[in-house]
């Protein structure tokens, strides 16, 4: 997952709102990564941003279904990532 901006000198930061980032859970120029998902990872993530138009986030729930299917959902975006 990724918060886009326009800002090349934005800065995003990933927590995960009802826990802590798993050890396995990679952040990689912004970008949220997790190598192998698992039901463990479900929960809410916020994105932090800081620009120079100020301070933004974005927060996600990811919920894992079985071994196939993970639904990521935000006031933004919903998107269903199928064969994870």
Given at each position: ?84
């Amino acid at each position: 997952m990724t918060l886009l901006s326009d800002d090349v000198t934005a800065r995003h930061t990933w927590s995960k709102v009802d826990g802590q980032l798993s050890r396995d859970v990679e952040v990689h120029d912004g970008t949220l990564v997790i190598p192998d998902v698992s039901l463990a990872h479900q929960g809410t993530y916020r994105c932090n941003t800081t620009s120079v138009v100020g301070p933004s986030y974005i927060q996600f729930i990811l919920t894992v279904e079985g071994q196939y299917q993970v639904i990521f959902q935000s006031s933004q975006i919903t998107s269903i990532i199928q064969g994870v």
